[in-house]
């Protein structure tokens, strides 16, 4: 039987993380271990802090790499240091509470991978009101048929229609087959309104390119050749992968920030754990301007008013 690699200690600023089997293979696809998943998000430290700063997190742990099982994990382990943080949200359906990571600082993601968390999956909404999200997401979701040249159709219809309503859009590869636009808003509204608002922006943009795009609720009721604009990602408690999260998957691809101008050639499979820490010295963040871009949702509920948009219950 092998024996077990010895611990590391890993300084993260003023604390120190010790990380277990830290040459465990994650990552079977090129070998990479949990060790260079630490050293990974160590090198894009300001993006996975600003990404998940302050908000509710899902770790999404593979305890063996992510050929084996995976787990869903929202509550914060007893025994976590006493200097990690949590938010308390409140699941209405099972009246329970759940006291989640809340990401301040680089140590608290570090802590999470020797945890063995791969993914982050923050609320889009922040500790000092969970209810309010201050995140609306537009999630390009590809069908079982639909290639990525329509995915980057659309995010150029999607990049048209916000610039006609004045929002700046964030744009990142998903990590897998779709892609995703956060714009900023201000933490007034409930994620009903919020929801509502990114439905009529999705009709907007089936509208303008209707033989890609589908808004229909029923996954076994669209065309599996189209993307679907999924506005329900802007639902309370559904999450998807920070910026900068790695994927669960053998090549260890990135949810990564690009540039409005490189979704024409960007290949979501060439962003990897391997290959964002230098593209990250060289650009820095891409999302570091991303809290100054606030954006007003009222043009997008008076849409919603006026088209009598009314998101299906869930």
């Known amino acids: 039987m092998a024996s077990k690699s010895p611990a590391v200690e890993v300084e993260v600023d003023d604390r120190v993380v010790r990380v277990t089997n830290p040459d465990r293979v994650y990552f079977p696809a090129r070998g990479e271990t949990k060790l260079d998943l630490v050293q990974y998000y160590l090198s894009v430290g300001d993006g996975i802090v600003r990404a998940l700063y302050e908000r509710p997190c899902m770790m999404h742990r593979f305890p063996t790499g992510v050929s084996g099982e995976k787990v869903h994990q929202k509550r914060v382990p007893q025994g976590a240091p006493p200097w990690l943080e949590t938010v308390r949200v409140h699941f209405p359906r099972f009246d329970r509470t759940a006291d989640e990571l809340c990401v301040t600082e680089l140590a608290s993601v570090i802590w999470a991978v ?129 910026a900068y999260s790695v994927r669960g998957n053998p090549e260890a691809t990135v949810s990564t920030p690009i540039r409005w101008e490189e ?52």
Not at 175 to 197: L, S, T
Not at 271 to 283: K, M, N, W
Request: with cysteine; proline share 8%; hydrophobic share 40%.
């Open 263 to 314: 979704v024409a050639d960007v290949e979501p499979r060439e962003l990897t754990i391997a290959t964002v820490p230098a593209r990250f010295a060289e650009l820095g963040d891409l999302h570091e301007g991303i809290d100054e871009a606030v954006f007003d949702l009222a043009p997008l509920l008076e849409w919603a008013d006026r088209e009598g948009v009314d998101p299906p219950e869930e």
């Open 114 to 242: 020797q945890m063995s968390t791969v993914e982050f999956h923050p609320w889009n909404s922040r500790r000092a009101d969970t209810e309010k999200p201050d995140e609306w997401r537009i999630d390009l979701d590809p069908g079982p048929l639909c290639d990525f040249a329509t995915v980057r159709r659309v995010a150029h219809v999607v990049h048209e229609v916000l610039d006609e309503l004045g929002a700046v859009g964030w744009p990142k590869t998903s990590g897998g087959n779709g892609m995703h636009v956060y714009v900023r808003i201000p933490p007034v509204h409930g994620f009903q309104d919020v929801r509502r608002a990114a439905l009529a922006f999705a009709r907007e943009v089936e509208r303008r390119a209707p033989d890609d795009v589908t808004t229909t609720w029923w996954r076994k009721d669209r065309d599996p050749h189209a993307l679907f604009v999924d506005y329900n990602q802007n639902t309370r408690d559904h999450t998807i992968a920070a």
